[in-house]
């Protein structure tokens, strides 16, 4: 049975700037990441991120509320649930896709990259760190 990530669809911009970010000579998103969540946060984060990319059975199921990645947050903050669903719904806007859901995790990927997302959100991130 392939694993399933429950992702709030923000996190698919993550996951596609963490994939333009392994490809740097000199990659930024994991330090960053640890320095400004901890490093249990990063690890868990960044090891779905990995399942995710080198599993091709995994499944995404999206939504815009808690998801699996928000577990290990140190914040775990409801304005943070909440606050950012305008962001999660641009995103799924521009990829066309529905919330509670399970999508092919290449699928998800492909579609987000031929989108351009990732691109902003690895500016943004680099400059954090």
Known sequence: ??????????????????????????????????TRRGAGYAKRMLGMFDDIINNPKTKIKLTTGFADPCKGCPEKREECSTGVVQYDKKILDKLGLETNKAYDAPFVLKLAQSKNLGKDEYKRLKKLT
Do not use: F, G
Not at 10 to 28: G, N, Q, R, T, W
């Open 1 to 34: 049975m392939p694993k399933t990530y429950t992702l709030r669809a923000h996190h698919i911009d993550a996951l596609a700037a963490y994939v333009i970010d392994s490809k740097a000579e000199k990659p930024v998103i994991p330090k960053m990441i640890e």
